[in-house]
DNA sequence: CTGAAAGCGCTTACAG
DNA sequence: CTGAAAGCGCTTACAG
């Protein structure tokens, strides 16, 4: 009989095994499993003798097999879905969950889901397959429902930055309506009237909220112009057009507000091209850096992704230690910060 | 004897098996898994029969469990190391190999190592603790020679952004020391001799690397200049200081080299603040939204890293499609742009 | 303090 | 076309 040591099973050639472990070091495999695992009761000689095993075939414990069997079940893995890994308020987010995670041992899956309706479920459902113990999701899709069967299965599942629809859950998000509505009240207390709303996609919740507090401003200062409102914009090159139209136009507006990041780049470029930078007020949803640098500085609605990421990570994590309290919904407020755009007054 | 749709195991209840579904479909399990995998040679009869039970239980696949037994023994799972999920660089190569391997079922951990060197050893090991089918890692410690028994039991590694020391492993970088080089060329070309390179930590090899870079041009064009080289600036604040420092001397730089991108925010911030933003030229090492804003806008060496990372992917792919030639190394062309600010000729 | 037996939810390797 | 038995690498539940 050959030795055990290269007697392995898998494609991948040498990975050893507790099994392997135990026969260099003379023990039975319970006792390898107690020592990896930093269990209590093993006498130091022998737990020494282990760990120069493991060592010496450089063995790593298992951890997906060793969850196969545990009562608990679980993987010590999360599945976040986002817009996108790469967009800086998401990249945030997932700093801030990744940081919880790490002390507990619990591993990120990421994946984008590019606010595609269409993906959110595919997406998630992967994720499912995988046993992930929680689930941190953006909702990109008109209803979450799909979900409601996993709640049921006591699968702790938190919504960032948009409510879900058509399920109790826990939620974080930004105060989109009370942001847009400090936006509306800042250039309104600076003597504007002809405001333009300039949005993203109004499939988006936090769209529609966005809108909706900017209009309930508006209307509370006497102010009605659907004239100057456009929405469906989702990038910025969409964004400049229409800044540019409203801008050019026989009536222009003397203020704009930029409810969504890629809009404010669009409405920045629009102004900067037309020579209207200082001319025309702005205030913008959504902090960047370099905000600071531009000229004029550029007044914004500022988020806290990572407070964000932050709370819905620890409601997780709440969860998951076996609270059952009824779901609860936080708001992060945003900040406005002037800068200097902001406070143009109307020409 | 009970129905067995009550009596599971695990805390999670309910959590249906492929032993539930075969119940239900009154046939075998390994019809129920031949149907859920998609295996040809199941009767259309019972394979309707069973994909309606596996819908009414919500049965979803468990791949960790499939993982176990499976030949090949992959978990589908791919570990991405790098500096942070919340910058702009990492997260570009993020998306495009979570892109490259979502249509082959791959799911991808990233982890943050902050550059820690620390850290990264921790961080790697978790993930082959998950036994991750391959790594992609931005390597931060000074040695990554701890992966070289994970290289010979054939796990692909392949590193990006810099290069790893202590082994041999597919690498796909940009072009740091010619992209330096060209911001240097660019600036000599413009009439610059009094040139301050401004750096990050030099313990980083992609630093080294632009710094030589910028050295060798600048001594090509017969310039020394110790005096106007600072290093080890981590952060836009210790750049802006050091810029201010520079730019307030008695001899200050007609043009600075901000070799990293925080570098450039300081510099940037330096050079506003001073009033001096076009009067001293300044090129900057990686691309940086609203660059083009700016007034004078910023010349930069753009780097690419969604090239970058689909590359490294494409690499890892083909390590795991048994390709098995010697490891290679990629290198990125980086571009520099001109906007203004590199343009500025000598005072 | 230690270890043999059973079993987690699947896939493999067969046999029918 | 279908399914019973064995086994992946661990942990559980015991027994000694």
Redesign the pocket.
Known sequence: MTTMSNR???SKPGRP??KHVAALAG?????V?RV??NE????EA?RAQVLRAAEQLKYQ??VN??N????DRRTRTLGLVLPSVANQFSGEIHRAVEDAMAPRGIAVFASSVDDDPEREQPVVAALLQRRVDGLIVTPAAPDQSYLVSELEHELPVVFVDREPVGLAADCVTSDNREGAAAAAAHLIGHGHRRIAYLGDLSTIQTARERRRGFAEEAARAGITGQTFTVEELHDSRAAQEAATRLLTGSEPPTAIFAAQILVTLGVLRALKELGLQHRVALVGFDDFELADLLDPGVTVVAQHPEQIGRLAAERLLARLDGQRSRPERFVVPSTLIPRGSGEIPPA
Chains 1, 2 share one sequence.
Not at 68 to 71: A, C, K, P, V
Request: aromatic share 4%.
């Open positions: 392995y099973t898998g095994t507790m023990v039975g495999i319970k006792t499993s990896m695992n209590p009761g093993v006498a022998t414990l298992d097999a060793g196969l069997r545990r009562s």
